[in-house]
């Protein structure tokens, strides 16, 4: 199974063309969408696709929508958002049918921002997550999408950021470690059990960024595999087509999920 996971900044309000063709590029089977905002775009790309799509929208911030597509069945989809107030955005919890059996999805977007407070949200977010996974105990599954956070042993040098981030941190440009970012989130998931699939065969100097698309210093964007799946060196990498840097300020990342182990 082939998994997607892809910002596609602001509803893609504009960008279908170029979305859809780093997405047909790729060919995934599974698509986890944050910034779904625009419902009329997102549903051009679904049916661009010929993909089911799902979006789970955010009761406490409009641009807080995610959504999924699959070209394998749907069994079942329940937005999360409204049911937790630890979310600040929408989240995922769905169940495809794959080959070997049913699936589980958990598709988020967490908080952003690169303070250790805004990192204390994230951690109260990925609370809600791990209790999203509980009912997947049993069940293969992934945890993916933008967590807006960094991974511990992440080399990023914060001198090649976007003078956005620059400016908002006010950090040291001889930062090349980004020493100065908090690196909790990610941590957390790791402690959970759960396998970065990125990261499997990978030295921390070969972790791919996928933030910006036209300045890469960040690796925002996670697929992470549960203690079912089988992790498999240099089966998880950021997406690269001459589209990337037009379609989205994301490059999307794609895994290919081996079956559960025992199958």
């Not at 775009?41 to 010929?50: C, N, P, S, T, V």
């Not at 069945?73 to 107030?85: E, I, R, T």
């Not at 981030?165 to 001889?174: D, E, F, M, P």
Request: aromatic share 6%; net charge negative; hydrophobic share 45%.
């Amino acid at each position: 199974m082939r998994i997607m996971v892809y910002n596609i900044l602001e509803g893609g309000l504009g960008r279908i063309d170029p979305i859809c063709e780093v997405i047909r590029h790729a060919d995934p089977d599974v698509i986890i969408l944050p910034e779904t905002w625009v419902p009329d775009e997102f549903q051009k790309l679904a049916d661009r696709l010929k993909m089911e799509l799902f979006q789970a929208e955010s009761p406490r911030n409009a641009h807080g929508h995610i959504g999924l597509l699959t070209r394998l069945p749907l069994l079942q989809a329940v937005n999360f958002g409204p049911l937790d107030d630890r979310l600040t955005r929408a989240a995922i919890q769905a169940v495809v049918q794959d080959k070997h059996g049913p699936f589980g999805i958990i598709g988020v977007h967490l908080h952003a921002k690169e303070s250790s407070q805004d990192e204390q949200i994230r951690l109260r977010e990925l609370d809600a997550v791990l209790a999203m996974a509980v009912p997947f105990k049993t069940l293969p599954h992934i945890i993916a999408g933008d967590f807006n956070a960094q991974h511990p042993q992440q080399i990023i040098d914060l001198a090649k950021a976007p003078d956005f981030v620059k400016r908002r941190l006010g950090i040291a440009a001889h930062d090349t470690f980004g020493a100065q970012l908090p690196r909790d989130a990610i941590a957390k998931m790791l402690a959970a059990g759960y396998t970065d699939a990125h990261a499997v065969g990978r030295q921390p100097a070969a972790f791919e960024p996928t933030f910006t698309t036209a300045q890469p210093v960040f690796r925002l964007d996670y697929i992470f595999l549960s203690p079912h799946l089988q992790p498999t060196p240099g089966t998880c990498s950021t997406v690269h087509h001459s589209m990337t840097r037009f379609a989205s300020d994301h490059f999307p990342i794609m895994a290919q999920v081996n079956p559960p182990v025992g199958t």
